[in-house]
């Protein structure tokens, strides 16, 4: 089973002293979750993490002269989207400080509460109680707690920060370690390592006492591959509990959307099962294939043969389905405007994913793009540039279209279906709405594929007519009550 998350994030922050309180501008808050499977109670449990960066919050000083922050946070757990299953309410309070000029540390915070079987949406609220801005961020991700008691499952992985040998068992404390969570799914340059911790259940329910082999990798989303050898396994023997706990070094990992991916095989090498999660790197510090690309010789190639308008459409229309670092690169072709360099990264580009027929690789993807400007296009945008253009480009067509443009009270509407992606993503839905009722700019609203846009409210983005009086305002509501001629759940329920 598969656990597909959503990551909020919010805003930027600058620090003013006013009036004996260190004044941030805008608070940001950042929160991720975890479900796992207690074997001692038989019952799931989920982690919650919240994570506020220091500078980002008002601080008051205090009878002692010292400077403290504090948060009011707020935590529903909402089951199948609008039973409240557990609720909690506390102040997280910031260390006290001498100086607010310099705060380099973040707030991090854990809660673990145990829910039944299901699937939840957890809601946070994070109000700056010292602060003259009484408006809460609001945080919001999906969570699947179904777990099976008989075959293979497995937690979410966990991505970490720090870990370090428990001394004093602590909120951080699991398995001998304090893990502390990496609360993003995005790496930075200055990041180097990513670490993780998973847990395996019901092995020796499956294969008895036997060995097993778990592999652990980095994969690109786009394509079902191994990026920059960043693979390893472990033999263990089958337990009631596995556990996977390493780190990769990410150094030259490119910029670039991958999954950490899991897979555990019997000594026969058959796959008993898989997990993954998402992220994201930025890396300026590697450029890879791309270094010497000046150096191709692409004389007496297909690429001659495009006249240079052309070559610039075609090389911009790459996007959807370039790699992170390759996007960066196409930036930096087209501001230097050099026809022979355009022609050079578009040849290994193609030839890169089809070494034998790099032009037959491409002219399937030319007619794609044609179909996406015929079908896609705005008065503003090439249809490669749009939601629905992207998502045809960079995942192909899709095998269901629904939608209405005449529906009761809605915006028109589309919703995609994909029996599966390149990446082995299965059963994934695209949600698009054209809100100003006048272009053909159909905007991505949610999707539950792996780093895409994911909004459990996204039903009142298409009903706006009647969000308020459905709770669209209301912080305990997330499912639309279905309405006359709302046809939305049975085209995504396919």
Not at 148 to 172: C, G, M, Q, W
Not at 239 to 268: C, M, Q
Not at 278 to 301: A, W
Not at 360 to 370: I, T
């Amino acid at each position: 089973m598969k656990r597909h998350l959503l990551l909020t994030a919010i805003c930027i922050i600058t620090i003013t002293l006013l009036n004996g309180q260190a004044q941030a501008q805008n608070l940001r808050a950042f929160m991720q979750n975890s479900g796992f499977l207690s074997l001692q109670t038989d019952t799931p449990y989920a982690e919650t993490y919240l994570s506020v960066p220091g500078n980002s919050i008002v601080y008051k000083t205090g009878a002692n002269g010292k400077y403290e922050g504090a948060l009011e946070v707020t935590l529903l757990y909402l089951k199948d989207s609008n039973t409240v299953a557990a609720f909690d309410k506390y102040i997280l309070r910031s260390p006290e400080i001498d100086d607010t000029s310099n705060i380099t540390f973040n707030m991090l915070d854990i809660r673990r509460v145990s829910l039944p079987d299901g699937v939840y949406n957890v809601q946070m609220q994070v109000l700056d109680i010292n602060s003259t801005d009484k408006e809460p961020l609001t945080l919001s991700q999906g969570l699947n707690m179904h777990f099976h008691r008989d075959s293979i499952d497995f937690s979410n992985i966990e991505l970490i920060d720090s870990y370090a040998p428990t001394t004093t068992k602590n909120v951080f404390s699991k398995n001998g370690y304090d893990i502390k969570p990496y609360v993003f799914n995005y790496y930075p340059t200055s990041v180097n390592k990513i670490s993780f911790y998973n847990e395996i259940y019901n092995l020796s329910k499956m294969v008895g006492d036997e060995d097993v082999i778990i592999n652990y990798s980095v994969k690109h989303v786009q394509k079902d591959a191994v990026a920059s050898n960043l693979f390893r396994f472990s033999k263990q023997k089958a337990a009631a509990v596995n556990i996977v706990f390493s780190e990769f070094d990410i150094t030259d990992l490119p910029s670039g959307n991958y999954l950490l991916h899991i897979d555990v095989r019997n000594r026969k090498n058959v796959q008993l099962g898989e997990q993954n999660v998402f992220f994201q790197r930025s890396n300026k510090n590697s450029v890879g294939e791309l270094s010497n690309i000046s150096l191709l010789d692409v004389n007496h190639t297909f690429v001659t043969e495009i006249d240079p308008d052309s070559m610039v459409y075609f090389v911009k229309s790459l996007s959807p389905t370039a790699e992170m670092y390759e996007r960066e690169y196409i930036s930096t072709i087209l501001q230097k405007n050099d026809p022979k360099l355009m022609q050079q990264f578009f040849y290994n580009f193609w030839q890169k994913r089809n070494p034998t027929e790099p032009e037959k690789e491409w002219a399937y993807y030319k007619r794609m793009v044609s179909y996406a400007a015929y079908n896609y296009k705005t008065a503003i945008d090439y249809g490669f540039e749009t939601d629905r253009g992207r998502v045809y480009l960079q995942y192909g067509p899709p095998n269901h279209i629904d939608g209405s443009d005449r529906e009761p009270g809605a915006y028109p509407y589309e919703i995609w279906q994909y029996y599966k992606l390149s990446n082995n993503q299965s059963n994934i839905h695209f949600v698009f709405c054209n809100a100003d009722l006048v272009t053909n700019d159909y905007a991505l609203i949610h999707s539950d594929a792996l780093g895409e846009l994911n909004d459990p409210r996204w039903r009142f983005k298409i009903y706006n007519t009647f969000k308020d009086g459905n709770g669209y305002r209301n912080f305990d509501i997330d499912y639309f009550r279905s309405t006359w001629g709302s046809q939305v759940d049975q085209y995504y329920g396919k």
